[in-house]
Every structure is written in C-alpha cells, then in structure tokens.
C-alpha cells in the first residue's frame, strides 16, 4: 500500500469521525421538568415526550421536584440539563412565581424555555405556554352543573388548590362564570366568592384534604347541594364525605383533570362530569417545538391550547359532552 493511498484512507475515516461527531452534536437536547416524578398526570406527560423525541430524533433529558412545591429542585434540574447541552427546557412549574428568575437566567443564555400545564407568574417569564384552557375548563363543568340542578337554588362549596396559583383560580372561577355567577376574568388570580358559595377549602388537590374539607363545609352548611373541586382525588374526598353524612345522592359534584381513576368515578356515579385534559398532548407538542428551534432558531411564543373536553356520564340538554367510553379512550393513569 502506498503513502499516498494510506493517507487518503486515513483522511476519508477522520472525515467519517468528524461528521459523525457533528451530527451527534447537532441532536436537539430537550429538557422535561416535572413537578413530580409520580403523579400519572406527568408519568403521561414524561410517556408523551419521549415518544415525540424517539420520533424526531431528539434526546431527552427529564427531571422533577421531590414533591408538589419543591422549586429548589426544578431550578437544579434546570440548571444540570442546560450544562448537558438543552437549548429547550419544557418545564411545570411547582412554584410559579419563585422559579422566574432561573427562568430569565436561562433564557438570557439563549435557551427556549416552555411552561407545560401551569403557566409562570407573570405568564410572559416563559416564551411560551402549551397547556389547558383552565378558564374554559371551569365554564364547561359550571355550565354543566346548573343544568344538572334542574333550576335548584345553588348551595354551593368549592374545593379549591391552595390560594394564588394561576390554574386554581381559572377553574374555580371559570366554574363560576360558567354557571352564570358573579366571577373573576382569566386574568385575575384572586378566587371570586358570589353569596351561592357558602363555602371554600383549600384542598392542595389531595383526596385526603378533600375529604376533610367536605366535612367542614357540611358542618358548616348542611344544605350544600353543589360542589365544585380542583381536581379528580379531591372530588374523590368530597363523595367520601358525602356518603359517611347520608347525602351523596342529594349533591351534584363537578371536577377537572380527566385521569383514569376520575373517568371511571364518573362512570359510577361519584362525580357528574369532569373536564378532560391532555399532558401526553403538551409534551409532544412541546418537543416539537424544541426541535424546531434547533432546525431554524425560531422559538415558539405566546399561549397554546392543548384541548379540553368535557366528560359527563349523562348528557344536559345545551352542554357538549362527551361519554365516559370517550373519556376512557382518551386518559391517563391506571385504568
């Protein structure tokens, strides 16, 4: 063999090496963060991106908080993925004011950073929000429920996330905007009290303090015959409250999220109608996005809706609904 021929074999397999080494560092690296890593909402979330990254040929890097609120360990996560190389963090944020300034720090390095399913606060400390419409949400379970009471005088107990949290307060008060009470826009985070409700507990989601705060609103206020609840385990302790008091068939109860576990509670009676969201939806979506920054440097920008769709086990004359066999093709979690 010739130098010469040696030396342009050994030219053609360095050549090889570099391009290979180019298109692994052109591979879009895409940041998940949760707010925990076992709630089946964000397992369908983590399901979602993963399979959109599998397809565009992204990698992905996931991470959560410890527990609901741990803004400490979502700002270290972050952190740990943009030194790996993440040019796009899609991110649920625990705490939506604290973890702004992280925020900012990593979009200032050029970072996209997306808020999934809760939006920042201010809503603009992200380039963009993929999420539910939680505001129509609200309207479509509130419409909902005043057609289910037959023209009943509303007695009514709402269980609530905690106070000041974007997504509580565009439930709650899209509920009651849709029932046609007096209520806060979209905008405003403060949680409207209309005469009709008689009562509000913080419940933070938890079966377990929903149940808890069924209970007070029953001892304060027997004749409640209507509850609103922020989500599927916390209707789930209303029912539980409700049944131990002799009364759940006189109390119509209303939800949001549309995981398996509440689907089927609709399907048995336990909740009247629950409003559906998609996480795998938002992941996807998100990764997309993230893949197109890394193609042609444009950022997504501005609120998407990822879709809501109301699930009720008998249908009201005047809502648009959906069946539970439609809720149940359609959820995530444990069926």
């Given at each position: 063999m010739s130098f010469h021929t040696t030396t342009i074999r050994l030219s053609l397999i360095a050549a090889s090496v570099a391009a290979a080494g180019f298109a692994h560092a052109a591979e879009p690296v895409i940041g998940l963060i949760t707010k925990t890593e076992t709630n089946p909402f964000f397992v369908k979330m983590k399901e979602g991106a993963e399979a959109e990254a599998k397809k565009l040929g992204a990698k992905l890097l996931s991470g959560a908080g410890k527990s609901d609120g741990d803004n400490a360990g979502q700002?270290?996560?972050m952190e740990n993925m943009i030194a790996?190389?993440?040019?796009?963090?899609?991110?649920?944020p625990s705490d939506s004011k604290a973890i702004v300034p992280a925020i900012k720090?990593?979009?200032a390095q050029g970072v996209m950073v997306i808020a999934l399913d809760s939006p920042t606060d201010p809503q603009d400390g992200t380039d963009a929000l993929f999420a539910?419409?939680?505001?129509?949400?609200?309207?479509?379970i509130g419409a909902y429920a005043k057609?289910?009471?037959?023209?009943?005088k509303p007695v009514i107990a709402t269980l609530d996330l905690f106070p000041g949290h974007p997504v509580g307060a565009q439930r709650h008060n899209g509920f009651l905007k849709g029932f046609g009470l007096s209520s806060f826009d979209a905008k405003n985070n403060e949680l409207a009290k209309p005469a009709e409700v008689v009562c509000m507990s913080d419940s933070y989601g938890d079966r377990a303090k929903g149940q808890t705060g069924m209970e007070n609103c029953l001892q304060k206020n027997p004749t409640i015959n209507l509850v609103y609840t922020i989500n599927e385990p916390a209707a789930a302790g209303a029912y539980n409250a409700l049944k131990a008091a002799g009364k759940e068939k006189d109390v119509v109860i209303v939800s949001v999220d549309g995981g398996?576990?509440?689907?089927?509670?609709v399907g048995k009676g336990v909740i009247a109608a629950t409003s559906q969201q998609y996480p795998?939806?938002?992941?996807?979506?998100?990764?997309?996005?993230?893949v197109e920054y890394a193609k042609?440097?444009?950022?997504?920008?501005?609120?998407i809706d990822t879709g809501v769709t109301l699930i009720a086990a008998k249908a009201v004359a005047g809502v648009d609904s959906k069946d539970v066999k439609v809720g149940t093709d359609l959820c995530w979690g444990n069926k």
């Amino acid at each position: 063999m010739s130098f010469h021929t040696t030396t342009i074999r050994l030219s053609l397999i360095a050549a090889s090496v570099a391009a290979a080494g180019f298109a692994h560092a052109a591979e879009p690296v895409i940041g998940l963060i949760t707010k925990t890593e076992t709630n089946p909402f964000f397992v369908k979330m983590k399901e979602g991106a993963e399979a959109e990254a599998k397809k565009l040929g992204a990698k992905l890097l996931s991470g959560a908080g410890k527990s609901d609120g741990d803004n400490a360990g979502q700002v270290t996560a972050m952190e740990n993925m943009i030194a790996a190389g993440a040019k796009t963090i899609l991110i649920t944020p625990s705490d939506s004011k604290a973890i702004v300034p992280a925020i900012k720090k990593a979009r200032a390095q050029g970072v996209m950073v997306i808020a999934l399913d809760s939006p920042t606060d201010p809503q603009d400390g992200t380039d963009a929000l993929f999420a539910t419409n939680n505001y129509k949400a609200g309207e479509l379970i509130g419409a909902y429920a005043k057609a289910a009471l037959g023209g009943k005088k509303p007695v009514i107990a709402t269980l609530d996330l905690f106070p000041g949290h974007p997504v509580g307060a565009q439930r709650h008060n899209g509920f009651l905007k849709g029932f046609g009470l007096s209520s806060f826009d979209a905008k405003n985070n403060e949680l409207a009290k209309p005469a009709e409700v008689v009562c509000m507990s913080d419940s933070y989601g938890d079966r377990a303090k929903g149940q808890t705060g069924m209970e007070n609103c029953l001892q304060k206020n027997p004749t409640i015959n209507l509850v609103y609840t922020i989500n599927e385990p916390a209707a789930a302790g209303a029912y539980n409250a409700l049944k131990a008091a002799g009364k759940e068939k006189d109390v119509v109860i209303v939800s949001v999220d549309g995981g398996c576990a509440g689907i089927a509670d609709v399907g048995k009676g336990v909740i009247a109608a629950t409003s559906q969201q998609y996480p795998l939806r938002m992941a996807a979506m998100g990764v997309a996005a993230g893949v197109e920054y890394a193609k042609s440097g444009k950022k997504a920008s501005g609120y998407i809706d990822t879709g809501v769709t109301l699930i009720a086990a008998k249908a009201v004359a005047g809502v648009d609904s959906k069946d539970v066999k439609v809720g149940t093709d359609l959820c995530w979690g444990n069926k």
